[in-house]
């Protein structure tokens, strides 16, 4: 079945306008892939660690249950690519997160909408559906002045 996922940036370290995008993701994907769907989704680069998270708010202070936490990245991708989003869903209350880049902590709340459908013929999944607000610019440049 065919997902479809609101993901917003809530938080970032150079984060200044909002920036949502709406994906349509296989429920068999599983959380490696969407780390892929999301850094395609805003272009950013793959060039740091990364992590998931299941919390009731994206508050730096909320409990979060981290998915994979290890101190070896081995065992951590392996945990995010043995857990399948229809392993995730429901949630109830609380929602998923998706944090990449430790230092400047991009944090992306990630909602699922009701109901899912099947696949269309001759379509490709993951893919964008919805965009809202420009992407965040990951690094960016500084003028000389």
Same mark, same amino acid.
């Given at each position: 079945m065919?997902?479809k996922l609101?993901?917003? /940036?809530?938080?970032?370290? =150079?984060?200044? #306008?909002? /920036?949502?995008?709406?994906? #349509?993701? %296989?429920?068999?994907a599983?959380? =490696? %892939?969407?780390?892929?769907?999301?850094?395609?989704?805003?272009?950013?680069?793959r060039?740091?660690?990364?992590?998931? =998270?299941?919390?009731?708010?994206?508050s !730096?202070?909320?409990?979060?249950?981290?998915?994979?936490? %290890?101190?070896r990245?081995?065992?951590?991708?392996?945990?995010?690519?043995?857990?399948?989003?229809?392993?995730?869903?429901p949630l109830?209350?609380?929602k998923? =997160?998706y944090?990449? %880049?430790?230092?400047?902590?991009?944090?992306?709340?990630?909602?699922?909408?009701?109901?899912?459908?099947n696949?269309?013929?001759?379509?490709?999944?993951?893919?964008?559906?919805?965009?809202?607000? !420009?992407a965040?610019?990951?690094?960016?440049r500084? #003028?000389?002045?």
């Open positions: 065919i997902l609101s993901i917003e /940036c809530v938080r970032g370290h =150079y984060l200044q #306008e909002p /920036c949502i995008r709406v994906i #349509e993701i %296989d429920d068999d599983n959380l =490696y %892939d969407l780390h892929e769907a999301i850094q395609d989704a805003v272009d950013f680069e060039d740091h660690p990364f992590g998931f =998270y299941i919390a009731n708010s994206s !730096p202070w909320a409990q979060k249950h981290w998915i994979g936490r %290890d101190e990245w081995e065992r951590v991708e392996a945990e995010l690519m043995r857990t399948r989003l229809k392993d995730i869903y109830g209350r609380k998923l =997160y944090l990449f %880049d430790f230092g400047d902590m991009w944090t992306f709340e990630i909602r699922k909408a009701r109901g899912a459908k696949p269309e013929a001759g379509v490709e999944y993951p893919r964008v559906v919805e965009a809202l607000g !420009p965040p610019e990951q690094y960016p500084w #003028e000389d002045s």
